[in-house]
């Protein structure tokens, strides 16, 4: 027969799993405020994507203040001196972003621009020759910051032309330039002659994961809280753990 079975913690038990509960607890609501914090990110950033562009001035003291706005600048191309990015496959074809030095007209120095995506057959500059923008032009384009390397992503190779990722010093210091932003233009679609490179849709990649991380914190902090509860259940009779015959 089953005695009666009450709620006996031991001490070592509490000890353990009342913290670990505590920081799960912790953890999932500092996702929730994550959440709010990148809501309001994501519409500050809608906001600044769809401003009309304004001109980029020679100078940026803080980049950061700047990336995602549109923006105009004038100068010429160093058609010369491109190099390509690999890119996300587009409608199942793959490719190559055109990374060229756009030599600003206004005191400005030399800006990274990404002219856009072309098909790997049209890699060599070559066989585009008759889509360059020669002569002094002006470029609309977004800013953009340069992402970190992920911690297993291949790194670049200083001197290929073919690169993993945009890193403007090190692709100036390949170019042998100098004065070269620390940021980036992604030209926007329709200044190409023939459209190639295609140009860059304004894209903004922040995703919001927070609720999902909030909710599995939350979570395991449920299901210990319950095998701790569960567990420490005791025979009232005997004061042990689980039934008596």
């Not at 990374?99 to 030399?110: E, H, K, N, Q």
């Not at 856009?116 to 609309?140: K, N, W």
Request: net charge positive; proline share 10%; charged share 20%.
């Amino acid at each position: 027969m089953t005695g009666t079975r009450r709620f006996r913690p031991s001490p070592m038990a509490t000890l353990m799993t009342v913290p670990a509960v505590a920081v799960m607890l912790g953890l999932g609501t500092w996702q929730i405020q994550r959440m709010g914090w990148k809501a309001e990110l994501m519409e500050r950033v809608d906001r600044r994507v769809t401003a009309a562009p304004v001109p980029l001035p020679p100078v940026l003291d803080d980049p950061a203040s700047w990336e995602f706005r549109p923006v105009t600048l004038t100068g010429r191309f160093l058609n010369d001196k491109e190099l390509l990015l690999i890119a996300r496959p587009r409608q199942g074809q793959a490719g190559y972003e055109v990374m060229t030095p756009f030599a600003r007209g206004d005191g400005g120095g030399v800006v990274l621009v990404n002219r856009g995506f072309v098909p790997m057959d049209r890699r060599d500059a070559a066989s585009r020759a008759g889509t360059r923008v020669e002569g002094e032009t002006t470029l609309r384009g977004v800013v953009r910051l340069p992402q970190e390397a992920g911690m297993f992503q291949p790194g670049n190779r200083p001197g290929a032309e073919t690169w993993l990722r945009a890193d403007p010093p090190a692709m100036a210091a390949s170019l042998k330039l100098d004065a070269v932003a620390p940021f980036l233009v992604e030209a926007l679609p329709g200044q190409s002659p023939g459209n190639l490179p295609t140009g860059i849709e304004p894209r903004v990649e922040l995703p919001n994961n927070h609720l999902q991380y909030a909710l599995t914190w939350y979570g395991l902090a449920a299901t210990l809280a319950a095998i701790y509860v569960l567990s420490q259940r005791r025979s009232a009779d005997t004061g042990r753990n689980g039934p008596t015959a």
